[in-house]
């Protein structure tokens, strides 16, 4: 048989099911693959993210580690989920926080691609919708567009609504959302001054943005993102 | 034939070469039998005997995950892309859509392909949605669309139930949230035999012989010990069905133990590449 | 081009040049260091010759079948290659299904010019009676998976597919008028020549990248491609886009390409045994 060896390593593997049985031990009580019964349901144990429930079992939806840990919100139950080295989420989640760029800023409202949750990054950006009255908390009829985004901007944002077939909707409508990343005319990436300006390195100009002012602890993880952004 | 701009063509039209054997061998080509006297087929396994399987996954390195697949001859790479926001504004909004497209390479069968729009191709895209569909859970991408492309390399026979299998290990290693795996398999009945796993030789061979044959190809998801799909053409008696279903779902738990070989092969791989990265 | 879209690359820019600085590629590669290429022949037993190659991570296949058609008129004691690349949408994600995009086209253009223009194989060894019968073989190049320098991966497979073809013998009664084929003898095609492409790219329009990876070709620009066909002749040197080359720069392609035929050849040959 001519063998395309397509793949990097040339480990064939032939059909030698009979013999197979569970001989990979210890590593196959530790990994799962979709639609492996991990366990009985019972009360004390809650199905976490990569798993699902089918009559009278647990069940691994995902390739990957199988993590049993004490669950924070409920003491005393554990909670099995299915951990893998992909991202966690396939699609923007109501509720959780976004990376996305701006595409186009109109009196009204901005459009922006949605390229990361949290630490997820998307291939193919979805397409989220940032309005006017989201963009700011307090003082919401004097927000003007274009004195807070331009398009190219990186903007943290909160998915507020799973929206139309369009696009999500998004809000900056926090102290710690707005933009992260922004560039000036000049095409150096901007420092933070205060919450409404930012400064050019290289000219010094001063232009208006919608500061993001993130925690210490969100700034270690945006970090390790935009990293991968700008890989991207 | 009708000139397309966008592919380099010949003017005349062309024609395969086994139109031109001499008669005497186009005779003793189709004479053979499909079972000789000890109950061996042409390439000496048993009517119930599988063919070698190679999976790997992973080589289509920008896709979301992939796979490529190797049964006998058969050669088959599947790619998945997604879940990307949906295009149409109406469907779907709750759940998500699988979209599949399978292409046979136009040198994959004995005869070329042509580039015109092949049913086939069609036929086996709208099949495997429906062998697929149902082992996806679909509510967990709401209003987003995963796309699935296979493209059959070569037909060494069973090409269909290969790509369904490549389907699903390319979405495991998508890390789409599944179900269950679909693992595909294949009979080709002949009189009483039903010839597991057939090649491309036996399927076409049974065709031409023109007797009472029929096929059967089903898709298993072994973690909840369903059937997702069927697909039955020709004659087959009611006994024949049972019995190919009984003896084709025992081939598919044996397949998955194989994929799922392959999976913790790639997830321990993985594993490695990130600790390796880490120092 | 979108502004978002020239952030991107502005970005990535910064990106592979924190590599170059270093005199090192984001793939652990110098600035003149191919990636290792590898090479199946006769893996697709359904076509009458074969050839799979692997760039880095790149997967061309190419598979070529043979059919019997009528010669052309100005041409009739000759052949027919017809060569077509498909770009399938499972290889990249910027890739969509459906009829050839123009990539794929130009990419069809760019082998079906190379097979007849250099004169790598003589067709009149696929006339079978002039005027009448002569072999036409459709080299088709699947793209499996696309990163980068997709230019090198086809030709090669096409190339390698075409020394890989067995015809089978053909032959025709003049009297009867009457073609009859013989599968169980087969010849191989006579090549005069390899042709064998190398790949280049320019970053910042200064420094030649060789055998680019897609995230290289995305920031750099213009691409300049020099075919050989061993020993001192070169087939074709083509430059599109980006910036101006000094002769210096197309002095080191060329050598470059050069080399890069000793290589393949070396290949093909540890192939053939």
Known sequence: MATLKLTTNDQVEVNNYHQDGNEDGGCSMSIAIPGQKLMDINSDVISGHGTYEHKDGIYSSLAGYVKLEENKEQPGKT???VQTTRHKHLVPVLGGLVTSRVTQATPRFCKVDIIAVEKSIFEIPFRGLLRKEDVRATEKDKVEIHKCFRPGDIVLCRVIS???????????????????????????????????????????????RKVAKPTADYIDQIKELLHKIVIK | MPQDSRRNCHTDESYHPDRFLSICKFNTQNNTTVINDNGLRIDGRSSSDSRPIFLETGFVTRSKGSSYIEIGNTKVICACYGPKQLQSKDTGL??????????????????????????????????????????????????????????ILEDGGSAFPAAIT????????????????????????????????????????????????????????????????????????????????????ELCKDVSTLVRRCLVNSIQRKGQQESSVGD | ?????????YQRKEYLLKFLEQDVRPDNRGLGDTREAKLTLGAISTADGSAMVKLGHTVAVCGIKAEITRPPTDKPDSGVII????????????????????????????????????????????????????????????????DGNIRDAVLLAAVSALKDVSLPMAQYDAE???????????????????????????????VLLVDPTHEEETVCQGQITVITSGGDSICSVSKHGGASLNPEQLTLCISKAKQRWCDISKLMTSNHL
């Not at chain 2, 290990?169 to 789409?176: E, R, S, T, V």
């Not at chain 2, 595909?184 to 039903?194: I, N, P, Y």
């Not at chain 3, 081009?1 to 690359?9: D, K, W």
Request: proline letters at 4%; charged letters at 20%; a negative charge.
């Open chain 1, 79 to 81: 909670m099995v989920s």
């Open chain 1, 162 to 208: 799973v929206g139309d077939s369009q696009s999500y909707i998004l809000s900056t409508a926090e102290n710690e959302l707005g933009v992260i990343v922004a560039y000036s005319e000049a095409g150096a990436a901007m420092l933070p001054i205060s919450w409404r300006e930012m400064q050019c390195p290289r000219t010094l100009a001063v232009e208006f």
């Open chain 2, 94 to 151: 709750r759940k998500g859509v699988l979209s599949c497209e399978l292409k046979y390479a136009s040198f994959a069968s004995a005869v070329h392909k042509t580039d015109q729009a092949n049913m086939l191709e069609k036929e086996y895209s709208v099949l495997m949605v429906d062998a697929l569909s149902p082992c996806i859970i679909l509510d967990r991408f709401p209003k987003a669309q995963v796309d699935i492309f296979v493209t």
């Open chain 2, 166 to 249: 490549a389907a699903s290990l390319a979405l495991a290693d998508a890390g789409i949230e599944l179900y269950s795996l679909a693992i595909g398999a294949s009979l080709q009945q002949h009189k009483e035999w039903a010839l597991v796993d057939p090649t491309h030789e036996e399927e076409n061979m049974v065709a031409l012989l023109g007797e009472c044959t029929g096929s059967l190809c089903i898709a298993y998801m072994p973690g909840l010990s369903q059937v997702s799909m069927v697909s039955q053409q020709g004659y087959i008696t009611h006994q024949q069905l049972s019995q190919g279903m009984v003896t084709l779902i």
């Open chain 3, 1 to 9: 081009m979108s502004a978002a879209n020239e952030v991107r690359a």
């Open chain 3, 83 to 146: 060569a077509n690349v498909q770009l399938p949408a499972m290889c990249a994600p910027e890739f969509k299904s459906g009829p050839p995009s123009e990539k794929a086209q130009v990419l069809s253009d760019f082998v079906q010019q190379v097979l007849l223009d250099t004169g790598m194989i003589d067709r009149t060894q696929l006339c079978i009676e002039s005027g009448l019968h002569c072999w036409i073989l459709y080299c088709d190049v699947i793209c499996c998976n696309y």
């Open chain 3, 176 to 206: 009867q008028e009457n073609l009859t084929i013989d599968k169980d003898r087969k010849r191989q095609l006579t090549l005069s020549c390899m042709p064998v492409s190398l790949s280049f790219t320019l970053f910042d329009d200064a």
